[in-house]
T-cell receptor, first 115, second 113 residues
Framework: NAGVTQTPKFQVLKTGQSMTLQCAQD?????MSWYRQDPGMGLRLIHY???????DQGEVPNGYNVSRSTTEDFPLRLLSAAPSQTSVYFC??????????????FGEGSWLTVV | KQEVTQIPAALSVPEGENLVLNCSFT??????LQWFRQDPGKGLTSLLL?????REQTSGRLNASLDKSSGRSTLYIAASQPGDSATYLC????????????FGQGTELSVKP
């Protein structure tokens, strides 16, 4: 059981370039989300999805785009990379919304540097 | 707007000591609270989840408590070991829609042999 898989692990981009961070889970989880982690600021929610075909914005959505065409995959697209998007990105999933006791599982992170 | 704070930002203790990590939040209307462990260069691993109707949860040497009225949660680690060295984060889930989490900044724990 692979859990939540993120690729790539490390990426360096030039300002203005676009790229996609991939996230896949094999647990048949409905809920998936993307967070970014910056020093001294904890994790902040970028976008999330409660099921295939449904996405919504989190706390810091600007500059990012997502889609959810399948239950398993939830890619995060950087449209035009900026140095402020240098961060560590985490994808997460959980079994279902509306259940108080369900645990959220995280991928191992993607380190992105924009120069 | 919910805000989550963890103090201290860093903590260093000798091996074998019992310790408490603190998490405070501003809005008591929470759905659940979760404690995570993060090792350097790694993702987050869930340690304990406390539902809003619960007061505490225990797993091995870890015990987490929740006091919604005072907006506080504590993570108690008994008989600390060097392998407990990591960053510990608490996160609040505010509602039953989407499972969005609001994180504290974390406490970096170092347990010295």
């Amino acid at each position: 059981n692979a859990g939540v898989t993120q690729t790539p692990k490390f990426q360096v981009l030039k300002t203005g370039q676009s790229m996609t961070l991939q996230c896949a889970q094999d647990m048949n989880h409905e809920y998936m989300s993307w967070y970014r982690q910056d020093p001294g600021m904890g994790l902040r929610l970028i976008h999330y999805s409660v099921g295939a075909g449904i996405t919504d914005q989190g706390e810091v959505p600007n500059g990012y785009n997502v889609s959810r065409s399948t239950t398993e995959d939830f890619p995060l697209r950087l449209l035009s990379a900026a140095p402020s998007q240098t961060s560590v990105y985490f994808c997460a999933s959980s079994i279902q919304t509306g259940i108080s006791g369900n645990t959220i599982y995280f991928g191992e992170g993607s380190w992105l540097t924009v120069v | 707007k919910q805000e989550v704070t963890q103090i201290p930002a860093a903590l260093s203790v000798p091996e074998g000591e019992n310790l408490v990590l603190n998490c405070s939040f501003t809005d008591s209307a929470i759905y659940n609270l979760q404690w995570f462990r993060q090792d350097p260069g790694k993702g987050l691993t869930s340690l304990l989840l406390i539902q809003s109707s619960q007061r505490e949860q225990t797993s091995g040497r870890l015990n987490a408590s929740l006091d919604k009225s005072s907006g506080r949660s504590t993570l108690y680690i008994a008989a600390s070991q060097p392998g407990d060295s990591a960053t510990y984060l608490c996160a609040i889930r505010g509602d039953n829609q989407g499972g969005k989490l609001i994180f504290g900044q974390g406490t970096e724990l170092s347990v010295k042999p």
